[in-house]
């Protein structure tokens, strides 16, 4: 099983529309989350950290369920330019070792 | 700087030969990552330093495979005789800490294609 789980997609969604994508993670010790997003195979942008209250930016809203271990990532009134990859990405660190875990990414492609 | 400056952006190799890409930190971040992006859109975690030392190395394929950070200099990954499966977006990130909730600032990577 893959440390961090994210449905690969593609998710085709018209204009307006809202989506949802959940991420799922295998470690426990885990303790940061955040949700990257990728365009056309250039660099990774952080689009939101994922904090256990949930939090909210403008259209996206990410929460964290730490009892199922597990992120989610919601989209409303998509946008065209909304169309990426989007990545979940999980932080466990030891004191001693640290590492971001990726998820396999979900692609979103927002059509007219 | 303010930026990961990665570097070169793209490195052609026929299999056999060395590559060695570079990547320079933002200033003041103590921590770098690497990170090999296959075809597939996986993010395979390779290494990271806390400055000059290897912080985790539990993805790095011993055999061709050995990445640095020197003080004053980029820090560079070598592959030794490069293999068509080498063939990958490599990318270097960097971050302040490693304490929670911590960005990481990725740079534009370098794609290396092995003929």
């Known amino acids: 099983r893959k440390e961090v789980e994210q449905d690969p997609g593609p998710f085709n969604v018209p204009e307006g529309a809202t989506v949802a994508f959940n991420c799922t993670y295998s470690?426990?010790?885990?303790?940061?989350f955040f949700w990257y997003r990728q365009d056309c195979r250039k660099e990774p942008k952080l689009l939101m950290s994922v904090y256990s209250s949930g939090n909210e930016d403008g259209r996206f809203t990410a929460q964290l369920n730490r009892a199922s271990q597990y992120i989610s990532l919601l989209i409303r009134d998509s946008k065209l330019s909304d169309s990426a990859t989007y990545l979940c990405v999980v932080i466990i660190y030891t004191g001693t070792a640290s590492k971001l875990t990726f998820g396999t990414g979900t692609r979103l492609q927002v059509t007219l | 700087g303010e930026e990961v400056a990665q570097t070169p952006k793209h490195l052609v190799r026929g299999e056999g030969q060395k590559a060695k890409l570079y990547c320079a930190p933002i200033k003041g971040h103590s921590y770098v990552f690497w990170y090999q992006q296959v075809l597939k859109n996986e993010f395979k975690f390779l290494i990271s330093?806390?400055?000059?030392?290897?912080?985790?190395e539990t993805g790095m394929p011993k055999e061709r495979f050995s990445a640095k950070c020197l003080p004053n200099s980029p820090c560079s990954l070598e592959i030794q005789a490069t293999k068509l499966e080498d063939s990958a977006v490599y990318f270097c990130a960097s971050s302040q800490h490693v304490r929670e909730n911590t960005e990481a600032f990725f740079g534009q990577g370098t794609r290396l294609t092995v003929v």
């Open positions: 470690n426990s010790a885990s303790q940061s």
């Open positions: 330093f806390q400055n000059e030392n290897v912080f985790d």
